[in-house]
Structure formats: structure tokens, C-alpha cells
């Protein structure tokens, strides 16, 4: 085997999280070595260390790229590590031998230990921005958490979370350096503190606000009554189209979308964009979008339901009294109009349940 770049020096740069391949082969790819070794330069011990798939650091992370061709020695190492930055050497004689000087790029995290400030609302979605400064680096690990304030602990996101089971998306692989979280169908419990979460010093923190956006469209339309009291009528096109257009917290869909199929455009250079061209594809999306609204509808019952549960205290509907047995430790005090037939002969109007 005649070492192809022989004594010759090749430079590399990887990220965190891939694979690279440190090519070393034969002229002839026929041709195989007597024997061959891949080794690290350990600046520590300042001595030359053989990798082997047992090593500690590469155990089941590394392999010699050699079945299909015998004259092939290239070493693939798989979920890179800053660690595995360094020197590498393809050695097979004292004359034959190729360097590698491997460069590991990490992620630095955009916006490292700083806040955003998000507002959102109800039924709709939000990203909760999180990146490395390039695009291309991904992170060793990295998890999104919710700072539970009743436990006081840090909760880890995931989508199988019961509160965020199949509402929760993060990152792209398009973008290894994308770690954003997307999170859909709000609820108002989705508000609070976030922390998208690489090492002890790489951090980033996103304090989330939820509003009610059919609150806010009360009040917006309550301002314009009384700020045009004399030609409010005037803007009721516009009442109208806010009221159809608005997306419910619970559906995440607006009435309008819920019963065609799709959202109304605001200018006409959008029509194209959800034009309807036939009967049947209007029937597709109408079935589509009841679909969605039917699931939505049972997530939201389910999640009203785990709210409630959480806040309902059993000692309060429960009790015992020792001498007459089963007794409830609250009364219901029911007012009866006076004008209402009820089958007594009493003037009460209170009963006690």
C-alpha cells in the first residue's frame, strides 16, 4: 500500500451532534496495509493514543470505512463532541502516515442568558425563539422547560407531556441550529416561565403572556360604540367581520373557517390563496375543518376538565357525621320567584338542600 497524500496534512471542520470521515486510502484501492492504526494526540499526556470502538471516549462511535474496499482506512466518527477536536494520525509505517487536524464547532446560543417578553393568544400558536448563532451547529443536548410554580421545579417539555400532548414542536431539520418551540392551540395554563436549556452557561429564558382575544374584541368594540356614538352603525361591516374571522380559544378555528373550510381573505391579491375551485373540494375542506374542530372540541373539554380537577377538593363535597351518617357540610339556599306556580301551600320561598 502506497499512502495516497502521504505525510501530507488535511483540515476538517465538523459540529456537534454529526458525522465526519477522516480520509486515509491506498493509491491502489486494491491494495491493503500489512497493518494500520487511527490515533488522537492527547495534549494532556502529550502521547499519541490508538482509537479503538472500545475507547471509553468513541466506544460504538467510530468505524473503519474499509468492507468494500480493502485499500480504503477512512475512520467515520459518529455524535461528535467538542471533545473530539484535535490531531489525528492515519499511521501505518514510520514513513507512511497522513495527519488530520480536526476543528469542532459547538453552538453558541443566540441571545445566551438573556429574556424575551411574549405575548399570545388563546386558540392560536406561538414560537418561542431559540437558536445557535450558526445555523449549522446543533448542540450536543438541549431541552425546553416550564417553571411549575406550585411545585417550584423545573418541568421538561416534551409531546408526550399530558398538558402539551401533540401541541409542542421543536426545532427543524432543515436548521440543526434551530431549537425553537412551537406550541399550538394555547390555553391561558400556557402561560408563564420558559428556559430553552443547553449547559449551565448557555441558557435563554421566555416569560410568556396569554390573552383572551374574545375579551379583547369586547373591549375594542365597546370603545367604538361609545367613541362613535353617532356613526357607529356605520362600521357594523367590520363588527361583523371581526366577529366571523375571530379564532375561538377552545377551536383554535374562526366561525367562518369552521364552517367553509377556510379563513376569508382580507385583501382581494389574497383570493387565489384559498380559492374553492369545485363542489367536491368544498365538501373536503367543510369535513377537514369539522374534523379539527371536533378534536379541538374534546381536547379542550378534556383540558377544562384536568383544570378542574386539579382545583376541586374532595374534603369539601365529603362528610361524615358519627351519629346520623352521611351529611353534606354545605347548604344550597335556592330563591323560588314569587311568581312561579310551585305545588305547596307555603309562603316560603327558601329551601334548603
Known amino acids: 500500500c502506497s499512502l495516497a497524500e502521504n505525510q501530507k496534512t488535511d483540515y476538517i471542520t465538523a459540529y456537534t451532534g454529526d458525522s465526519v470521515l477522516l480520509p486515509c486510502s491506498c493509491t491502489d484501492p486494491h491494495t491493503k496495509p500489512e497493518s494500520f492504526t487511527w490515533q488522537k494526540y492527547n495534549t494532556r499526556r502529550q502521547t499519541w493514543d490508538v482509537i479503538t470502538s472500545e475507547s471509553e471516549q468513541y466506544s460504538n462511535r467510530v468505524q473503519l470505512v474499509t468492507a468494500h474496499s480493502p485499500g480504503k482506512l477512512s475512520l467515520l466518527?459518529?455524535?461528535?463532541?467538542?471533545?473530539?477536536?484535535?490531531?489525528?494520525?492515519?499511521?501505518?509505517?514510520?514513513?507512511?502516515?497522513?495527519?488530520?487536524?480536526?476543528?469542532i464547532k459547538g453552538c453558541s446560543l443566540a441571545e445566551n442568558q438573556k429574556t424575551d417578553y411574549?405575548?399570545?393568544?388563546?386558540?392560536?400558536?406561538?414560537?418561542?425563539?431559540?437558536?445557535?448563532?450558526?445555523?449549522?451547529?446543533?448542540?450536543?443536548?438541549?431541552?425546553?422547560?416550564k417553571y411549575n410554580t406550585r411545585r417550584q421545579t423545573w418541568d421538561v417539555i416534551t409531546s408526550e407531556s399530558?398538558?402539551?400532548?401533540?401541541?409542542?414542536?421543536?426545532?427543524?431539520?432543515?436548521?440543526?441550529?434551530?431549537?425553537?418551540?412551537?406550541?399550538?392551540?394555547?390555553?391561558?395554563?400556557?402561560?408563564?416561565?420558559?428556559?430553552?436549556?443547553?449547559?449551565?452557561?448557555?441558557?435563554?429564558?421566555?416569560?410568556?403572556?396569554?390573552?383572551?382575544?374574545?375579551?379583547?374584541?369586547?373591549?375594542?368594540?365597546h370603545c367604538l360604540a361609545h367613541s362613535c356614538t353617532s356613526s357607529w352603525s356605520e362600521h357594523l361591516f367590520w363588527v361583523e367581520f371581526a366577529h366571523n374571522t375571530l379564532r375561538h380559544s377552545s377551536l383554535g378555528m374562526s366561525p367562518f373557517e369552521c364552517q367553509y373550510g377556510y379563513a376569508p381573505p382580507m385583501f382581494a391579491d389574497e383570493e387565489a390563496d384559498v380559492g374553492v375551485g369545485s363542489a367536491e373540494q368544498t365538501v373536503r375542506h367543510c369535513r377537514l375543518a369539522w374534523r379539527r374542530a371536533r378534536r379541538a372540541l374534546l381536547s379542550a373539554t378534556a383540558a377544562q376538565k384536568r383544570y378542574a380537577d386539579k382545583r376541586r377538593d374532595q374534603r369539601?363535597?365529603?362528610?361524615?357525621?358519627?351519629?346520623?351518617?352521611?351529611?353534606?357540610?354545605?347548604?344550597?339556599?335556592?330563591?323560588?320567584p314569587a311568581n312561579l306556580p310551585i305545588a305547596t301551600s307555603g309562603h316560603s320561598r327558601f329551601f334548603t338542600a
Open 162 to 221: 399530558e398538558q402539551y400532548r401533540n401541541r409542542v414542536q421543536m426545532g427543524t431539520a432543515h436548521s440543526p441550529g434551530n431549537l425553537s418551540l412551537l406550541i399550538s392551540h394555547l390555553t391561558e395554563e400556557d402561560k408563564g416561565a420558559y428556559i430553552c436549556y443547553l449547559t449551565k452557561k448557555k441558557y435563554k429564558y421566555i416569560r410568556l403572556t396569554i390573552k383572551d382575544r374574545e375579551r379583547d374584541l369586547q373591549l375594542t368594540l
Open 118 to 145: 411574549i405575548t399570545a393568544y388563546t386558540g392560536d400558536s406561538v414560537l418561542l425563539p431559540c437558536s445557535c448563532i450558526d445555523p449549522h451547529a446543533k448542540p450536543e443536548s438541549f431541552t425546553w422547560q
Open 77 to 103: 466518527i459518529s455524535h461528535l463532541t467538542e471533545e473530539d477536536k484535535g490531531a489525528y494520525i492515519c499511521y501505518l509505517t514510520n514513513q507512511q502516515y497522513k495527519y488530520i487536524r480536526l476543528t
Open 316 to 336: 369539601r363535597l365529603i362528610g361524615w357525621d358519627s351519629g346520623f351518617g352521611y351529611r353534606p357540610r354545605t347548604c344550597l339556599c335556592v330563591v323560588i
